[in-house]
C-alpha cells in the first residue's frame, strides 16, 4: 500500500466546472505539498500545508490533519490547467508522492 | 535563470554502459533531493543532501547508483553499469528548510537501450 493515495487517477472536466482532487495519507506529516506537473516532466509547487487551508488564484488546497486528508479545488477551471497533479507528504526528510491525478479540461 | 537546473535533458545509453547527470540547485538552497520517475507514477525518492552530507538513501537505490555533492553546490548522479530498467526520468528538486517548498529541476530523461 502507498503511504500516499490520490483520487480520481483521472479526471476529465468541461471549461468552467469546479474540480477536486484528493489526497489521503497514512503517515505522520509536518506538510503536504500540492505539485502540478505538465507534459515534458516539469514540476511546479503550488502549495504547502501544514494546517488549514490556503488559496492562490482560482486554486485552493485545504488539509484535515485528523483525518490524514487533503483536497484540491480549482474553480472555473480551464483549459490550460490541464496537467498532473501530485500530492506529496512531508515525514522527516522524506517526500511521499501519490502516484498523481492526470486532469483534462475540454474547452 | 535562478531556478534548479539538470543536465542533461536527454540521455541515451547503451546497456552496460556508466552514465552521470548533473544537478545545480537554487544557490541559497542547502536540501537537495534526487528522485526517479517512471510512465504514470509520481515521483520516487532516491536520496537526499543536507549541504555536502548524504543523509539519506532509498534502498530502491542499488550499489550501481551514488550521487556526491562536492562542496555543498552542484550534485552528481552516476548509475554504472546500466540496465534497462533504469531508463526513467530523475528528478532534482532543492528547498531550503526540511519539508519547505520544493524547487524542481526538468529532470533527465534516461532511455537505457
Known sequence: KNEVEQSPQNLTAQEGEFITINCSYSVGISALHWLQQHPGGGIVSLFMLSSGKKKHGRLIATINIQEKHSSLHITASHPRDSAVYICAAVTGNQFYFGTGTSLTVIP | ?113
Not at chain 2, 534548479?4 to 541515451?12: F, L
Not at chain 2, 550501481?64 to 555543498?72: H, L, M, T, W
Open chain 2, 1 to 113: 535563470d535562478t531556478g534548479v537546473s539538470q543536465n542533461p535533458r536527454h540521455k541515451i545509453t547503451k546497456r552496460g554502459q556508466n552514465v552521470t547527470f548533473r544537478c545545480d540547485p537554487i544557490s541559497e538552497h542547502n536540501r537537495l533531493y534526487w528522485y526517479r520517475q517512471t510512465l504514470g507514477q509520481g515521483p520516487e525518492f532516491l536520496t537526499y543532501f543536507q549541504n555536502e552530507a548524504q543523509l539519506e538513501k532509498s534502498r530502491l537505490l542499488s550499489d550501481r547508483f551514488s550521487a556526491e555533492r562536492p562542496k555543498g553546490s552542484f550534485s552528481t548522479l552516476e548509475i554504472q553499469r546500466t540496465e534497462q530498467g533504469d531508463s526513467a526520468m530523475y528528478l532534482c528538486a532543492s528547498s531550503l528548510l526540511i519539508g519547505e517548498k520544493l524547487f524542481f529541476g526538468s529532470g533527465t530523461q534516461l532511455s537505457v537501450l
